[in-house]
């Protein structure tokens, strides 16, 4: 059981960006992923996730065996994918509650439908546990939200969806310590031994609060460096720069 | 980063879903005027109605009225000019009279409206309905708490007849004859349509609510709907529309006129889900009297052609005027919608809000007119319109008319288009919604404060339809 990418190549207008990069992430793990601005890291969050901008070039990604590439965004969402995007999108007029709800929805079998007050009891708990105040649920999706409240809001519809494997893009940019520790108590308490995570940052304080078991490290749309957690603290004194005489060597 | 949705080969037109209102009855008219129109027509629609005199002679005016005026092609579609009225029947009736009593309703009628949902929604939550199936009212009740306070709701024939002394010194003053082609056209075929008075003070609680009905192909139906809310007196009256979808283009074109007298409150809701090849062509007008409101709360969502532009007179001081509007135009549609606010008085004000969905090939145009002369102070409007093009060959258009004289008014427009950004819809399916729930969600957001105004019953019936109509959208 896990998110496997293999020999992953991907390009944008042309431009190559991933060039065979492999990684595996076995359920009930934590894999951080470092790297320099540039080096594709956005880029793979989007790709796994199916963003049509992307165009795969070669090697594949399958989730439980399953080949991702071949299933539409919302199917791969529905067979337990979930992206916290780095710069979730507005939806305007659409409250949080529905937005989630419809979220939920989408997963029932046909004809099935929500239980609305067992809904609200668990969004409401779900809140409560990221300090999200209840007045939330009637905001337009992500309009008007603080850096910090956008993140909260990601972390809560990953609670709320419970999803197999988490792809977090950045999770921790724009965010006080404060608001970290929050988030970072929320992305703990999904760990079990079912769900694997795949956390992207260009820091490493984000893994003094979600300790990873695993550090790869990014450069050039290749993992160039994987080893433990000390991986990344080594990367905070040293910087990214070290890396550049080890690019060649990878793959 | 905000982007058209391109469209792909798959992305092209989509299917409108009318389902609920495409059946037809075979017809059994009783009386039918043929097709075409001359003052021979005219005299039959009369003699069938037993119209008295003077809308004999008010009719065969209109009629010389409509022949002298060209088509507004100069400055609106030309798709105007397929309209044939050498083919277009203009009376059909069974003859019956319209009943109180549901029970009593022809068979085929009756399960028409039925099958629409009325009148299980008067039973639910309505305080009177009139249903008009092709030109005359099939059935008509008014809640006996409402009768004993003095509202009149009647249809336009009963009206004018029974109630000559109030329907006449209003009939065709707040919208002349002569004000278009086709509100002269209605005045001189027209049947149907609701009369309601409202008498001194008398608040009704509950909505009064028409529907109208087109059965028969090639058919013209134009009803005529006067209502005046006396003094004080505040009611909410809602319309519906549907018809089968025929294989040739039918017309519909009512002429509504709305006064409000001295502190009256009047609404008028109405949402058209016309099948897409009715050419809906409606003048919708009110007068407000001294610290009165209008308000029109329309909704487009059918029809081939609709060029509708509800407006309010504030002809006293302190007098309201409102027009919110929704639009959806489809691959084939073309909704020409608008608002006109004609500030007659000091202190008047008047709001326009108005949003728009263009789908596919689908067209929205919206015109605005506000018009504040020199020698008035105080007055002030606000106009917001906004469109959403959902794919890359949808069409929108704005053609805002204000007229501000003088020094001492505020106005002020706002306006937007605006795109369901790709990444919004990728958002969206990020969380498991497919291509089409996710477009149906941000469309209902879109237009989610304006379906709010709507009654509780048409809003679910709204959001509804607009899932059907996105669900296609997209491959």
Redesign the interface.
Known sequence: MSLVITNLQAAIDGNDILKGLSLEVPAGEVHALMGPNGSGKSTLAKVI?????YEVTGGTVTMDGEDLLDL???E???AGL??A?QY???????TMA??IR??RQ??LPEGEEIDAVAYYKELYEKMDQLGIDRRFTSR?VNEGFSGGEKKRNEVL?MMM?EPGYCVMDETDSGLDIDALKVVASGVNSMRSPGRGFLVITHYQRLLDYIEPDYVHVLADGQIVRSGSKELALELEQKGYDFLKEEVPVAG | MSKAVLDSGTQAAIDIDQSKGDFSYPESHKYDAGCGLSPATIDYICDVKEDPDWVRKFRHRALKTFLGKPMPTHWATKDLENIDFDIIRYYLSDGAKPTRSWDEVPDDIKETFERLGIPEQERAFLAGVEAQYDSEAAYSNVKEEIEKDGVIFVNSTEGLKEYEEIFRPWFGKVIPTGDNKFSALNSAVFSGGSFIYVPKGVKVRHPLQAYFRINSENFGQFERTLIICDEGSELTYMEGCTAPKFETATLHSAVVELVAMKDAKLQYIMVQNWSDNVFNLVTKRGIAHENAEVRWIDCNIGSRLTMKYPGVVMKGRRARGEVISIALANSGQHQDTGAKMIHAADETTSNVVSKSISVGKGRSTYRGQVHIPKHLKGCRNNTECDALLINANSRTDTYPAITVRGNQHATQHEASVSQVSEEMLFYLQQRGLSEGEAMSLAVNGFVNDLVREFPMEYSVELKRLIELEMEGSVG
Do not use: K, M, T, Y
């Open positions: 996730a199916g963003h049509e901008d539409g965004i919302d791969r969402s529905r979930f992206l995007f979730p999108a507005e939806v305007p007029g659409v529905n937005f419809a979220a989408a997963r337009s519809q969806l």
